[in-house]
């Protein structure tokens, strides 16, 4: 139980377009879900939260109309990366909190990741 | 606030020694600690976590971990590395209660010499 899926797991765009990454969660049902960046050698960063049918809270330094959180359902949130140039290439990954389980001991069950490259 | 410093950014072990990764953490209110351990490419996956209950946590693969409040302290231990256990691992704090903001160390990644 417990499973995350995040698609794509890799993609490669060009300077200047828009790429949207999902998070699903398979087996549960999601309220909030995370989105983190992690560079190499580093740890996660975490970009926002995304609270499902309200608007996702950005951490500070992270441009909101830039990565576009949307959580429309109990078991999908999606990242958009608009306009991305070569300095948004990184490793994102989401993660989510179980609504009945995994919120009382801030557990979070994480995907597999997203590698973005911008050429 | 609250924070977690991870000890050695790389360790190495031999196969079948004992494993010891380092983790101090800082709250100003009860924590709830975890350790997350992720493989090349891939997300994290929960080793093993303290909610307030016992103080030394087992958790899977042979993994255990003791919280210590006067050193504020949980340090990952198992008592004989596999190949398999090479990977990254992550401490992780938050405050006590649900639904609370959980902050990641910098990870150790572990090296696991045959």
């Known amino acids: 139980g417990a499973v995350v899926s995040q698609h794509p797991s890799w993609v490669i765009c060009k300077s200047g377009t828009s790429v949207k990454i999902e998070c699903r969660s398979l087996?549960?049902?999601?309220?909030?879900m995370f989105w983190y960046r992690q560079f190499p050698k580093q740890s996660l960063m975490l970009m926002a939260t995304?609270?499902?049918?309200?608007?996702?809270?950005?951490e500070q330094g992270v441009e909101k109309d830039k990565f576009l959180i949307n959580h429309a359902s109990l078991t999908l949130s999606t990242l958009t990366v608009t306009s991305a140039h070569p300095e948004d290439s990184s490793f994102y990954i989401c993660?989510?909190?179980?609504?009945?389980?995994?919120?009382?001991?801030?557990?979070?069950?994480f995907g597999p990741g997203t590698r973005l490259t911008v050429l | 606030a609250q924070s977690v410093t991870q000890l050695g950014s790389h360790v190495s072990v031999s196969e079948g020694a004992l494993v010891l990764l380092r983790c101090n953490y800082s709250?100003?209110?009860?924590?709830?600690l975890f350790w997350y351990v992720q493989y090349p490419n891939q997300g994290l996956q929960l080793l093993l976590k303290?909610?307030?209950?016992?103080?030394l946590v087992k958790g899977i693969n042979g993994f255990e971990a003791e919280f210590k409040k006067s050193e504020t302290s949980f340090h990952l231990t198992k008592p004989s590395a596999h190949m398999s256990d090479a990977a990254e691992y992550f401490c992780?704090?938050?405050?006590?209660?649900?639904?609370?903001?959980?902050?990641f160390g910098i990870g150790t990644k572990l090296q696991v010499i045959p």
């Open positions: 993660s989510a909190r179980d609504a009945l389980a995994g919120g009382l001991y801030n557990e979070q069950f």
């Open positions: 087996d549960f049902q999601a309220t909030t």
């Open positions: 995304s609270n499902e049918g309200s608007k996702a809270t950005y």
């Open positions: 709250s100003s209110v009860p924590p709830y």
């Open positions: 303290y909610t307030s209950a016992a103080t």
């Open positions: 992780a704090v938050s405050a006590e209660g649900g639904y609370q903001k959980v902050t």
